[in-house]
């Protein structure tokens, strides 16, 4: 049996991977991952790492004449706060759906974008919203009260 | 005494002289287009016309082929980029203090008022004739091969349009503004209505994040304010222009306008008013079979049926662009850009209502966030895509209401269509829903079962019916395109006349003080 001698390459019969295509394969591989890297760069900087919005904790003093089942709204505040027998309490007035202010009526709150209604404890009665209004953290500072917006409470915690 | 004449500064002066008409000849190199030859290269040597092809068949020049609705989207769009420009003069982004910018476009900047309300009008336009364009490509069936790839570009460009349209409507920081913003970015966060019942929200909050990108912050304010003006005048209107010379492109380079494939025994080119095929001999004839693909190679023959694309397609591309500057212009004239009050981050107005081609939305929104506002958009959005590849039939290509079932199962999607969405709104707005009658319901089951998703179902069923009553995949899209279009006008007109106060229904807005 006799082997061939071997043959000099020629660009009819190349080499497995020519050098030529190994450098165009980098060429395009450096780029394919330049533009990855780059892509992912560019998506992060458009999510802040700390962003500025107003104090969410803030103290209220509520008027003397409140009477049980009415709701007081501190002036420039998504919030609704009510006093009664048992304490103080505060419900989110942010609308569980769409965010939209619910305006709070002597029977429970109304939406006015998309219809959503809720109980005076903020139980969902009709329409879209996904989950009863949130009760807010209430304590007691001396005379007034101090409402925290970003901490929820179980429904019926009154203070 | 001539070779004194010819001196330098005599020269000079001829040459002085020459100038406006060189520079005439210098860009415009091709002559008057009088001949076939001069009008071929009136459009392939201009690099805003070059994207015509040279001649047009006589089928794509018929009124009825297009009713130039892609023409008026276009005219459209380059009238919103013109007025738009102008209006960046003054306006500024920022919140309240873009309102006051407004407030002087509208008063005190010479014919700022006007121009507004041209952009604003445009704007319209162009959704209107961006659906009815679509419209029109589908019931012609012209998203067949090798077009399928152009309508993917055109289901783009439709959200685009939609993008540049909710974008623009934010900028005036009125309280339409504001709680479009709010709505749509708690759109954004409604995935969590999903995770949430799965109880992964803290995992992968898809939701969360989607809001926070938009808005960049938690709250809708100045960083929100900026990111809508750099999508509106930046991001988009380029997405937008690139989006377009492709569509463009495609359209050519796919053989033109979809046309029967019995198209040249039905339009003759010998009608007196066009001007004629050829009036030249060809001096030279070139081999350009391996260049240039189709099924009929035209041996023997000139381009059959076609006319010189200047001036029959450019007179009428011009009639249409002047057609809708003129409805423009007028209905700026008599109508004026609303501005409402300066945005309440504390009182949301009521109704609080969206610009009219959204407020089909609203309305199945206030249904279930996440179905109105992602599932049944997206369910749509990607049904649309995908209609080329699921219908790959060849019969009635280029005609319209082309193919099996044609105008008859068309009407009668019609009728399925308006009498489902009209029914179902109707037991919702009488008996109410779910919630209503069991106030224990989970969220997941009214997410998944509301008057929105049924109404899709609905039309799914009808769909199914007419693919397997006509054995075919082109009825079954027929019947489900009429339908969605039927449901898009029945939730638009409801969501415009018959919702008031807290989105309640309303015979007439002449009700609505009774609240």
């Known amino acids: ?159 | 005494m001539e070779n004194e004449e010819r001196t330098a500064l005599n020269t000079f002066w001829h040459n002085l002289r020459a100038v406006p008409v060189d520079l005439y000849r210098a860009m415009f190199r091709g002559g008057a287009p009088v001949t076939d030859r001069t009008r071929s290269s009136f459009v392939f040597g201009n690099v805003f016309l070059h994207l015509h092809s040279v001649r047009t068949h006589l089928w794509s020049l018929r009124w009825t082929a297009t009713m130039g609705l892609g023409i008026i989207t276009t005219a459209a769009f380059l009238i919103t980029l013109v007025t738009g420009v102008l209006l960046m003069f003054y306006y500024k982004p920022y919140p309240d203090v873009a309102y006051q910018s407004i407030k002087d476009i509208h008063f005190i900047v010479p014919t700022g008022r006007f121009i507004r309300n041209i952009h604003r009008w445009a704007a319209n336009v162009m959704v209107v004739a961006v659906i009815l364009h679509m419209a029109r490509a589908f019931y012609t069936a012209s998203y067949r091969k090798p077009r399928e790839f152009n309508w993917l570009i055109g289901w783009g460009l439709l959200v685009t349009t939609l993008a540049l349209s909710f974008t623009g409507y934010l900028l005036p920081w009125d309280q339409l503004a504001y709680w479009a913003i709010t709505i749509g970015a708690n759109i954004a966060q409604s995935p969590r209505e999903i995770t949430d019942a799965m109880g992964i929200t803290d995992l992968m909050d898809i939701g969360g994040l989607q809001r926070e990108i938009l808005l960049g912050s938690d709250i809708v304010g100045e960083e929100s304010l900026i990111r809508f003006y750099l999508l509106h005048v930046m991001i988009l209107p380029i997405v937008m222009a690139m989006l377009m010379a492709v569509h463009f492109w495609r359209i050519r380079k796919d053989g033109g306008l979809a046309k029967p494939a019995d198209v040249n025994e039905r339009v003759s080119v010998s009608q007196p008013e066009h001007y004629p095929v050829f009036t030249e001999e060809p001096k030279k004839t070139y081999q350009l079979a391996a260049v240039v693909k189709g099924r009929t190679p035209a041996v023997g023959s000139g381009p059959e049926n076609t006319v010189p694309s200047m001036p029959h397609l450019f007179y009428a591309e011009l009639g249409i662009l002047m057609f809708t500057t003129l409805v423009c212009v007028a209905l700026a004239l008599v109508s004026d850009a609303p501005l409402k009050e300066l945005a309440n981050p504390l009182v949301p107005e009521n109704p609080a209502k969206a610009p009219w081609y959204f407020l089909g939305l609203q309305e199945i929104v206030s249904f279930s966030a996440f179905m109105g506002g992602i599932g049944i958009p997206m369910l749509c959005w990607i049904g649309l895509g995908l209609i080329p590849f699921l219908d790959k039939e060849t019969e009635g290509t280029g005609e319209w209401f082309g193919g099996p079932g044609g105008a008859r199962l068309t009407l009668w999607s019609m009728v399925y269509g308006f009498a489902t969405s009209i029914a179902v709104e109707a037991f919702a707005i009488r008996f109410g829903w779910l919630r209503e009658w069991f106030p224990d319901v989970p969220q997941l089951v009214i997410t998944f079962l509301n008057p929105g998703t049924v109404i899709t179902a609905l039309y799914a069923a009808f769909s199914i019916w007419a693919l397997r009553r006509f054995n075919s995949t082109r009825a079954g899209a027929l019947a489900l395109f009429t339908c969605f279009l039927c449901g898009f006008i029945v939730l638009t007109v409801i969501g415009t006349y018959f919702r008031g106060p807290n989105w309640v229904f309303f015979w007439s807005p002449a009700d609505w003080n009774a609240h």
Do not use: Q
Request: one cysteine or more; aromatic letters at 6%.
């Open chain 1, 1 to 159: 049996m006799t082997t061939k001698p071997k043959e000099k390459p020629s660009r009819f019969d190349p080499e497995p991977l020519p050098r030529r295509d190994f450098l165009g394969l980098a060429a395009l591989g450096s780029m394919a991952l330049a533009l990855l890297v780059s892509a992912f760069g560019m998506l992060r900087l458009p999510k802040a790492a700390v962003s500025a919005s107003p104090a969410k904790k803030f103290e209220v003093d509520l008027p003397d004449a409140l009477p049980a089942g009415e709701a007081f709204v501190p002036p420039g505040r998504n919030v609704a706060v009510f006093r009664d027998a048992e304490g103080v309490y505060a419900i989110s007035t942010v609308c569980t759906h769409l965010g939209c202010i619910v305006k709070a009526l002597p029977n429970g709150f109304e939406c006015p974008c998309h219809g959503s209604g809720f109980a005076s404890d903020g139980a969902v009665t009709k329409g879209p919203a996904p989950k009863p209004l949130p009760w807010l953290k209430v304590s007691a500072r001396g005379n007034s009260v101090v409402i925290d917006e970003e901490t929820t409470v179980a429904s019926g915690t009154k203070v």
